[in-house]
């Protein structure tokens, strides 16, 4: 009936009982057309890119969302630009798209609209659900062995799945100790970081004599904000996040860690948790924190003191995670953009943009010939800050299952380190519920996790 | 237009066969009103299919969406009935979410409401530099809450910050605001209820300005002292004002989200997580878009519900002039 009307057409005639049942039809059919050329097809417009009138006659158009302002971000346009000046075929342009939280949430609304960037920067925790999901590109047909033997195996590994790989390491990092040398020297201790965490806690009292900032000193600073750094402590300790897909973060070293963490803060009193990371040490407050290699740049333009980085301390046992971020194509974007989209990631995976970057920003050089670039060389000798990271990469390891692959893994985690470096809630209790809720999380993507990675690393 | 809608026109006696009669009808009632219902459908149509699209599809696909399990990624949501509902309504952190959220509701629209009749009381009077203080007051409401909380974040610092330098001559430590759950959620509503002050307090200036003189002089007369005027004259004329404030206030809190993302990301574990705060979680951070619609389904009823109420019982107290 309200067919005919339509038909007839007649505005005045649509009746309220048409206008409702067209509204409810679009309900149903909107998620199923939202489902028609998702993830597999060749229908992926691209995201806005404004080209600048020296580049608009190029072909192909190459947009890369990232996760680096400030001075990383200008390091990673230098070489945008370079790759531009390159060649007279592709332009290509970064996009700073926030955190890598918000860069995802980004990207997983850019998927929904079906237009997205040629290249996602995803951090180390944030692509493998898009994986799951069969919308990442393999990229095994473009990068040859030549490629993928020139990174450190060690980085390029945490992207490759049953031989394939799908996110290429570029921004990669460890957590190292940094430490304040002048507060070091004042206090008496010798300038270098702890060999182990109980160390670090002998030194505690000669540290907490120190005034800063009118204050007594710190030992550390803690991350509330993120696990990686609870994640390196607790394979120290001797424990893990995970075993394969078995939680096991409620178990032995991880709650021995956790345990001699709170008792720093609240029994010491020598370590406090951090309302924003960082900024305690970079205002010399702190003795010595763990964080990323890539904030090696950042804490230089920091501090007003002179930095030393050592490996982080050892328990009882060596051993740290990599984390950082890499690159991935989706699959639904046609064939030309993504062949393009490759051109600029082996721009990026040369030894020479490998060494510019992380001379530039502190991140590690992912391809091994980087560091036998002359400029490399140099700063290595003149800082030895840098090699810290690089040194420590022999004993790197991909992060635990879980913490890779549940995706809300890192804040149930860190939720748990607020309750118990904020709290001095017990590690034991916080941590069996931390367990649980990693667990609901597995439950959750283990029929995806099997069907497509299984065993295979 | 009466007409049409009522059917006024009779029947011809050659309306032999059904179906005619009203078309016809339509015809003569497009050839009379004819411009009337375009210059009606030019006007209203846009804006109806505005409002369509940008505020009825989003609650309906939303309500769709609560039904269904989804991470947002791929390609098509699993219908799984009311299994998020029961998932949220089991689960003791959402209870905790909900009382939280009553918590910062109440003392943010009690704090801005009370702080801000109070400032206006000094705002309204005529003193020197009134135009700048008010719009120094007013500020805090047009700044962006990201501004705000780096800004808070700074002062609230237990190491550096502002507050410290206050508080350290006194030989009183001080507290991990943003760091401990004690405190976190309090710090929240601190800064919010700051916010709004501004606000309310300049609509409040602005209701005071249009009361009538008249009644002040008479209860003066009376020989009413200030609190008298203040209790019995101007604190119920402005009823009117404090319905709309109360009513903008409460949306207001529950959507509230800014501050809380930058100052304490509704941490230590879920101590300042309010239910806007959870919707985002669970949809951004956990890519759980079942969850999150459910819980945006439940803030909806509960904004409903109070609306309702408050226009049912809390408009009889209102006193218009």
Redesign the interface.
């Known amino acids: 009936m309200s067919g005919q009307r339509l038909s007839q057409g ?4 649509l009746s309220r009982r048409s206008l409702l049942g067209l ?1 409810g039809a ?3 059919l ?3 057309l ?2 028609c050329s ?2 597999g097809g060749s229908g992926f417009a691209q995201v806005d890119v404004k080209v600048p009138k020296k580049y608009d006659k190029r072909k192909q158009k190459v947009v890369l969302w990232s996760s680096w302002n400030a001075s990383a971000g200008k390091v990673l346009d230098g070489l945008v630009e370079k790759f531009n000046d390159s060649q007279d075929e592709i332009y290509a342009q970064a996009q700073y798209q926030g955190n890598y ?1 918000d860069a ?2 980004k990207v ?1 609304a850019a ?2 609209a079906k237009a997205v960037p040629d290249i996602m920067a995803f951090g180390q925790t944030a692509w493998q ?2 994986f799951l ?1 069969e ?1 990442l590109e393999d990229l095994g047909d473009y990068a040859d062995e030549k490629f993928s033997s020139s990174f450190h195996p060690n980085l390029y590994d945490a992207g490759v799945i049953r031989n394939r790989p799908y996110w290429i390491s570029f921004a990669r990092s460890t957590p190292i100790m940094y430490y304040n040398k002048d507060l070091f020297a004042k206090a008496g201790l010798p300038d270098r970081g702890p060999r182990t965490w109980t160390e670090l806690r002998e030194w505690g009292p000669a540290l907490v004599r120190q005034k800063a ?3 007594s000193a710190k030992v550390t600073e803690l991350s ?2 993120d696990s990686w750094e609870f994640e390196a402590s607790v394979w120290e300790f001797g424990g893990r996040i995970s075993h394969g897909l078995d939680v096991v973060v409620n178990k032995g070293g991880a709650v021995e860690c956790a345990e001699f963490m709170r008792k720093l803060i609240f029994q010491d009193k020598m370590a ?5 990371y960082g ?2 040490f970079n ?1 010399g ?1 702190v003795g010595a924190y763990m964080n990323s290699t890539g904030a090696l740049a950042g804490t230089y333009e920091a501090a007003k003191f002179e930095v030393g980085c050592s490996p982080l301390p050892t328990q009882v046992t060596r051993g740290v995670p990599t984390g950082g971020a890499g690159f991935s194509i989706f699959k639904g974007v046609p064939k030309e953009r993504k062949q393009a989209a490759w051109e600029v990631i082996k721009f990026l995976s040369s030894p020479e943009s490998s060494a510019a970057w992380s001379l530039g920003t502190g991140y590690l050089p992912v391809v091994k010939a980087a560091v036998n670039q002359p400029d490399y060389r140099k700063a290595m000798q003149k800082d030895p800050n840098r090699g810290v990271a690089v040194a420590q990469l022999a004993h790197a390891g991909q992060l635990d299952e879980v913490d890779a692959y549940v ?2 893994a890192s ?1 149930i985690i ?3 380190l ?2 118990i ?3 001095n809630r017990p590690s034991q209790e916080v941590l069996d519920d931390v367990a649980r809720q990693l667990r609901a ?1 597995e439950k959750k993507i283990k029929p995806m996790y099997d069907k497509l990675v299984g065993g295979a690393g | 237009m009466t007409g049409v809608l009522t059917g006024r026109a009779r029947p011809s006696s050659r309306s032999t066969s059904p179906g005619r009669t009203p078309r016809r009808r ?1 015809r003569r009632a ?1 050839r009379r009103h004819g411009k009337e ?1 375009l210059l009606f ?1 030019a006007l209203v149509g846009p804006n109806l299919a505005l409002i ?1 699209v940008f505020s ?2 989003p609650v ?2 939303n309500l ?1 969406l609560s039904f ?1 399990s989804w ?7 699993t219908w799984v009935g009311l299994d998020e509902y029961r998932q949220l309504f089991t689960s003791a952190d959402f209870g905790h979410v909900l009382l939280n959220t009553l918590k910062f509701v109440v003392l943010i629209v009690v704090g801005a409401i009370v702080g801000g009749l109070a400032t206006s009381l000094v705002l309204n009077q005529r003193l020197r530099g009134r135009g700048l203080v008010r719009t120094i007051s007013f500020a805090p409401h047009i700044i962006s809450g990201a501004a705000i909380a780096a800004l808070w ?1 700074f002062m ?5 910050g502002l507050l410290r330098a206050l508080l ?1 001559p006194l030989g009183i430590s001080s507290p ?7 405190y976190s959620l309090y710090a929240l509503v601190m800064v919010y209820a700051w916010k709004g002050i501004g606000f309310c307090a300049i609509i409040y200036v602005a209701g005071m300005q249009n009361l009538p003189a008249d009644l002040f002089e008479a209860a003066t007369l009376d020989g009413a002292n200030g609190w008298q005027r203040f209790r019995h004259v101007t604190f119920p004329l402005l009823s009117p004002v404090t319905y709309f404030l109360v009513v903008t206030s409460i949306i207001g809190a529950f959507q509230a989200y800014d501050v809380t993302a930058v100052m304490t ?1 509704g ?5 300042s997580t309010t239910l806007s705060w959870f919707i985002y ?1 669970q949809a ?5 878009a079942g969850l999150a619609a459910a819980a945006a389904m439940v803030m909806l009823v509960i904004l409903l519900t109070i609306t309702i109420l408050i226009a049912r019982y809390g408009e009889r107290r209102v006193t218009y002039q």
């Open positions: 007649s505005g005045a005639t509204v679009g309900t149903l909107a998620p199923a939202a489902g998702h993830g939280f995802t949430s997983t998927l929904r659900i898009f999901n919308t900032a009118g204050k509330g904000g406090i948790l951090a309302s924003e900024t305690n205002n407050l995706q809300n804040p860190y939720g748990g607020q309750k470096y904020g709290d999380g | 339509l497009l219902y459908a369509l009825y599809w309906i696909y769709y269904t991470d947002m990624i791929s390609p098509t949501p974040l609230l610092d237990p190491s550096f350290d991990q605001w943003t760091t401990s759950s004690h990301g941490g230590p574990g879920q101590s979680q951004f951070q956990a890519s759980n």
